[in-house]
């Protein structure tokens, strides 16, 4: 299986999860309580929009002087004894990451979450090259032995019941058959890893935040595997996107209040780690930091949707969106789902590849309401819409539909007569078994026509009376 | 590739120049116990009554017996604080760190306490011993009062590291509570990959 | 002193449910508003900028903003009202300081009342049971109350403040204050599984109110959620804020 970027068939697949209506409600409910969590987060920090504000206005001041911070983080960080690596796109991270460890000859790899890793498809890559790479993250383990991408960023394993862990496990960890406890389940799963953690030769992870003041990488988790899969071993290679600079180590606390507030409705992860370079107490430990572009360059270039590399990666966005919750992850075929997949997506992998997904939203605005960084999502799903438009990727009989509706639109007596007319055949247009109606009237009645519009009503009578 | 061209590859001029914002510094609240104490209990860590430094030991015995922890050991940090306790090992400074993964009970001294959300701080220069406390199943946290700060960006200024030139250590931890995921079914599950319980015994002179 | 304003109809408001036009006439008139209505307006132009057809949405916003040129514009939904104050700026259309008066003078009908009148109290009866559903635009995009994922002071929405004055009515709030309906526009037939599947949960959170009616002040929401009332044959009734405004 690939864990490549593919051609999203939205449509296709979320209507398939719909079909399952109990466990659609299930989904929906799990993610709602995640955002009922982070509001609760919200409500209790009295300065929570002025943070908002700032973090924004770090994230601005980052992305306009990007290539300022890079060369500042990485002279630091070379300063703090980093191997500094470059890689313009994912085969050129993989090729690094690889060539690293088979330096090292390293056969037993331990990663923490790395959603970066998963849009190279680092894991595949390296399986192939004959290295076993455990991911550690709970979640990304259980999607990593079904064999499955994770379908949620910070949430991996959010569309899997915990029956479906149960019968994994027995499979993989030697839980006995029909154990569902979570609880349970976690201890087979602390047990296994434990013992990676202290077998591995080396340790990948992600990067939430990059100081640039510092040569520093933060790294957060609730579980401890990113430190667990750091502390013990002789190599660590950190992965990361360039937008995830900032800039003074003071602003990492603005991020730190805000991520696991945004992500799961806690005050801050169990472990916040900053790594300054390798560990002086272990001879011969290597520390590498392989800096990622893969498109984000050509976001950076994009003035319309820059403001996008602002994005921590926290999945409030997700947990929010009506249509996130009732299509799942997969829904959105790429690596990050949700309302940032389908604003990213355009400019990663192409407007005709993600050319459903700006549209798979009714542009409620929620998304952008719970961003930490305060990105205005729903304007960039909207402005993505015309792009792809105008790239063409619109089908022709929506756009036809939408001229002729401009045309008519143009003309008041044109419109009054088609809306006369629609309204005398309403009954034998809901009948009809195909037409533009059908896709409504499938699911949903139509009201009764009207005998007289609004504007049949003002020029009778409505117009007296002042 | 290399940095150069990698550098080349993102525009260095463009229209918008938005400036850092500056610091932030909200309105100051006074730190609190009880304000550490709420957070702690929300991110499913425990506390002990505060004691004074005197009453250390006996309250650490107290709490390895009631645990019935077998194994141990305390960071080079704590030994300092509380000297050579019988039934205490002291964390050696040499060695692979995996010789603490049968650990029970690790014992270490944080440089700073957040009450907005429990975090202490951890270093390279409080626990050189970086994985004690992440290969011990329970951790106890020696916490002076003292050292209470009431928010993040509090305790970022108050952080000795990074100060007058000084580099960075290469570690730098906050740690808020026991290691916990929720990834099964959204169902909270305390004791994931690192500690699995978090008992903070504050102090302070009488 | 009488208020002068130019009424702005949806084309879907005017053509299949013109007793909401009708209602918000009366209110406007009760409210002591001199109500004027242009007739050559039809489109504010949204499905189109909703498509991605810029041009065509540029087209008709165009035509709109010369209708409306010059005076306080009122109208009963809080999506094309946005549409024009906050998205005609976005279309490939050059505006002048004429067109962005009109564009920032146009308000949707519960804001007009409670922020630019000063009125909540229509003095209107309507002794019911009514579950409040907030349309996303008129509550995120026009600000028109506290947004549940915001921190910071909560205060009603101005139709909230409006529905409180009303005599008899028991107004109730669903367990989500402000989930999207599923609506969306064109979404709605485009994605017509999804977005019915939103609309019967709304229409279930609503309908667990108690409520006989469910109010909003967007048509095209109440058109979406009692489809799907009548299709299922349970749930309260849709009504319009102007309906229940201008109920006696």
Redesign the interface.
């Known amino acids: 299986m690939s864990h490549a970027p593919t051609d999203p068939h939205f449509h296709e697949v979320s209507e398939r999860f719909l079909a399952n209506r109990e466990r659609t409600a299930w989904h929906d409910q799990s993610l709602w309580f995640v955002r009922t969590k982070r509001d609760r987060q919200a409500y209790q920090t009295p300065d929570w929009e002025q943070l908002r504000s700032h973090a924004a206005a770090i994230k601005a001041h980052v992305v306009d002087h990007l290539a300022e911070l890079t060369r500042q983080f990485a002279q630091q960080a070379r300063a703090r004894g980093w191997t500094v690596h470059f890689a313009a796109d994912a085969a050129e991270l993989n090729r690094t990451v690889h060539g690293i460890l088979a330096t090292h000859k390293v056969t037993r790899v331990v990663k923490s979450k790395s959603m970066l890793t998963e849009e190279c498809g680092l894991n595949p890559y390296l399986l192939e090259r004959g290295m076993e790479v455990v991911d550690t993250d709970l979640g990304e383990r259980i999607v990593q032995l079904r064999d499955e991408p994770p379908s949620h960023i910070v949430l991996p394993a959010i569309h899997i019941k915990r029956g479906e862990v149960g019968e994994l496990f027995h499979r993989t960890m030697g839980s006995p058959a029909g154990e569902t406890d979570p609880v349970a389940l976690t201890g087979y799963a602390r047990a296994d890893l434990r013992k990676r953690f202290i077998e591995a030769d080396a340790g990948i992870t992600g990067v939430n935040f990059a100081v640039a003041e510092t040569g520093s990488i933060v790294v957060c988790t609730n579980e401890g595997n990113a430190d667990l899969g750091t502390a013990l071993q002789p190599l660590h290679i950190a992965c990361m996107g360039v937008e995830k600079l900032v800039p003074l180590l003071d602003d990492v606390a603005v991020f730190l209040r805000l991520l696991a507030r945004s992500a799961t409705g806690q005050p801050i992860t169990t472990y916040s780690t900053h790594l300054s370079g390798p560990d002086p107490l272990r001879p011969g430990h290597e520390a590498h930091i392989v800096i990622l572009d893969n498109g984000r360059s050509g976001i950076e270039r994009d003035s319309e949707h820059r403001r996008t590399l602002s994005c921590i990666r926290c999945g409030a966005c997700l947990n929010t969106c009506p249509i996130y919750r009732r299509s799942g992850g997969f829904a959105y075929g790429w690596t990050i789902p949700g309302p940032i997949g389908a604003v990213l997506a355009p400019s990663m992998i192409g407007t005709k590849k993600a050319k459903e997904l700006p549209f798979a939203s009714t542009l409620c605005g929620s998304c952008t309401n719970v961003c930490p960084v305060k990105i205005d999502l729903h304007e960039q799903l909207l402005s993505w819409r015309a792009r792809i438009a105008a790239d063409g990727n619109v089908a022709w009989h929506k756009r036809l539909a939408m001229r002729i509706g401009a045309l008519v639109m143009s003309h008041p007596g044109l419109y009054a007569l088609g809306g006369w007319t629609v309204r005398k055949l309403w009954p034998r247009l809901l009948a009809f078994p195909v037409g533009p109606l059908k896709p409504w009237t499938d699911t949903r009645d139509l009201p009764d026509a009207p005998r007289q519009s609004f504007r049949g009503w003002w020029k009778e009578e409505g117009d007296s009376h002042g | 590739m290399d940095e150069a061209a990698f550098l080349a590859r993102i525009t260095r001029s463009h229209p918008s120049h938005a400036a850092h914002p500056g610091p932030y510094r909200p309105e100051r609240i006074e730190p609190s116990w009880p304000a550490f104490k709420s957070s702690l209990e929300f991110v499913g860590g425990s506390s002990h009554a505060a004691v004074t430094p005197a009453q250390l030991p006996e309250a650490i015995s107290a709490i390895i017996s009631f645990g019935a922890h077998r194994r141990v050991v305390a960071s080079a940090a704590a030994t300092r604080l509380l000297g050579v306790q019988s039934g205490v090992e002291t964390a050696s400074q040499a060695g692979d760190a995996r010789q603490w993964n049968d650990v029970d009970l690790a014992i270490i001294v944080p440089e700073l306490g957040v009450c907005e959300n429990a975090a202490m701080l951890l270093s390279a220069v409080s626990l050189p011993e970086r994985g004690l406390p992440l290969l011990a199943q329970h951790v106890l946290a020696l916490l002076d009062l003292r050292l209470l700060v009431a928010d993040m960006h509090e305790a970022y200024l108050r952080m000795a590291h990074h100060r007058d030139g000084q580099a960075m250590p290469h570690h730098l931890t906050w740690i808020s509570g026991p290691s916990k995921t929720a990834d099964i079914e959204q169902a909270l599950v305390i004791g994931a990959h690192g500690c699995r319980s978090m008992m903070i015994l504050p102090f302070s002179a009488p | 002193m009488t208020v002068a304003i130019n009424l702005f ?1 949806p ?1 879907y ?7 909401v ?2 209602a918000t ?1 009366a209110v406007l ?1 009760r409210a002591g508003c ?2 004027h ?1 242009n ?5 504010c ?1 949204q ?8 041009q ?2 540029a ?2 916003a165009r ?1 709109h903003l010369d209708i409306f040129r010059g005076g306080t514009t009122v109208c009963p939904s809080g999506s094309c009202t946005s549409m024009v104050r906050n ?1 005609y700026a ?1 279309l490939p259309i050059a505006l002048n300081a004429e067109d962005e008066g009109t564009c920032a003078r146009t308000y949707e009908l519960g804001e007009f009342l409670v922020n630019v009148l000063g009125v909540d109290d229509l003095h209107a009866h309507f002794p019911h049971v009514v579950a409040l559903h907030q349309s ?2 008129g509550l ?2 026009l600000g028109n109350g506290s ?6 002071a909560k205060s009603p929405s101005a139709t909230e403040r409006l529905l409180g004055k009303v005599q008899g009515l028991s107004l109730k709030k669903p367990k ?1 204050p ?3 309906c ?18 019967q ?1 709304r229409v279930d959170d609503l309908e667990s109110t108690g409520a006989e009616f469910m109010v909003a002040g967007d048509m095209s929401c109440l ?2 959620l ?3 009332r ?2 299922q044959k349970h749930g309260p009734r849709a009504i319009h804020l102007a309906e229940i405004l201008a109920a006696q």
């Open positions: 109809i084309c408001v005017d053509q299949l449910y013109p007793q036009g009708k006439v008139r001199t109500v209505f007739p050559s307006q039809t489109c132009g499905p189109m900028a909703n498509s991605g057809c810029v065509d949405a087209t008709l035509r998205h976005h996303c635009h995120r995009e947004m549940s994922e915001r921190g910071g989500r402000d989930e999207c599923g609506f969306g526009g064109t979404f709605a037939v485009a994605e017509p599984v999804l977005s019915t599947r939103i609309g949960d058109m979406h009692d489809g799907i009548s299709r």
